[in-house]
């Protein structure tokens, strides 16, 4: 009897430390069939020198000698639980990396979203600060220079009463109204700061104030003001100051002639 309770506690003591987890892992009717089998197997152990009448229990069992059996039936029932633990956590861990694809996958969306957001934006101030030229079709007549014994400030397209002139980028326009020898003349500052001047239009369809996008018509080709035949005379004034030579500056925003 000095040996077989001490067997008894070494199980109790690391049964102690299992309960825990059998209790939270959820598994009660595992744990249960683990007992029933513990019994069964050393009942049929102890069966013939068990005396009539008296109880089974697992520490009777014990003290009547079953403890290998019962250990035996202790282990399968530890693998039982063990397995069952084990395919407990590899649910747990598919689950936690369903959560964890989904979450990226989440994720992933979120970012092409973002990025095509991105693009967009990208793509619509690239519409909004393209630069465009304010009529097509024209004839090169007249270039930057000394004319008639005072300076040319612009460049002279000719093209035929009635062509569309077009704002060059997205501004505002800042003047419409007659200029001299300029004739009907169009101001219109741009985004970046440079101001255009259309001079000789034969209708003006803009208005102080009005915002335009690159491409909008303003006003229409004519021959009006100190004019020699029907052409848009161009000015550039960078930042609004004096007027800069028309050509290379267009060659610099991508705008050929
Ligand atoms: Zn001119």
């Given amino acids: 009897m000095s040996s077989?309770?001490?067997?008894?506690?070494?199980?109790?003591?690391?049964?102690?430390?299992?309960?825990?987890?059998?209790?939270?892992?959820?598994?009660?009717?595992?744990?249960?069939?683990?007992?029933?089998?513990?019994?069964?197997?050393?009942?049929?152990?102890?069966?013939?020198?068990?005396?009539?009448?008296?109880?089974?229990?697992?520490?009777?069992?014990?003290?009547?000698?079953?403890?290998?059996?019962?250990?035996?039936?202790?282990?399968?029932?530890?693998?039982?639980?063990?397995?069952?633990?084990?395919?407990?956590?590899?649910?747990?861990?598919?689950?936690?990396?369903?959560?964890?694809?989904?979450?990226?996958?989440?994720?992933?969306?979120?970012?092409?979203?973002?990025?095509a957001d991105e693009l967009a934006r990208a793509k619509a101030l690239a519409r909004a600060h393209a630069w465009l030229m304010p009529v097509h079709g024209f004839t090169f007549t007249s270039a930057f220079k000394m004319r008639w014994g005072r300076m040319h400030t612009g460049n002279d397209l000719a093209c035929p009463t009635g062509t569309p002139i077009s704002a060059m980028s997205t501004g505002e326009v800042i003047f419409t109204g007659w200029m001299g020898g300029g004739g009907n003349t169009t101001k219109i500052r741009y985004w970046d700061g440079t101001v255009s001047f259309y001079e000789h239009q034969s209708r003006i369809s803009a208005t102080v104030g009005q915002k335009v996008a690159p491409g909008d018509i303003v006003g229409y080709v004519g021959n009006t003001g100190h004019s020699f035949g029907s052409h848009l005379h161009l000015e550039i004034h960078p930042g609004g100051g004096g007027p800069v030579d028309p050509h290379p500056w267009m060659t610099k925003h991508d705008l050929r002639y």
């Fill in 4 to 115: 077989t309770p001490y067997a008894g506690r070494h199980r109790l003591a690391r049964g102690g430390a299992r309960r825990p987890a059998i209790l939270t892992s959820g598994f009660l009717l595992p744990a249960a069939a683990a007992a029933a089998l513990v019994l069964t197997t050393t009942g049929a152990t102890v069966a013939p020198s068990r005396p009539p009448g008296v109880a089974l229990t697992g520490n009777r069992a014990a003290s009547l000698g079953g403890s290998v059996d019962r250990q035996a039936a202790e282990t399968r029932a530890d693998d039982e639980q063990a397995s069952q633990r084990r395919s407990q956590a590899q649910l747990e861990a598919a689950a936690m990396l369903g959560r964890q694809q989904e979450k990226e996958r989440i994720a992933r969306d979120m970012a092409r979203a973002a990025l």
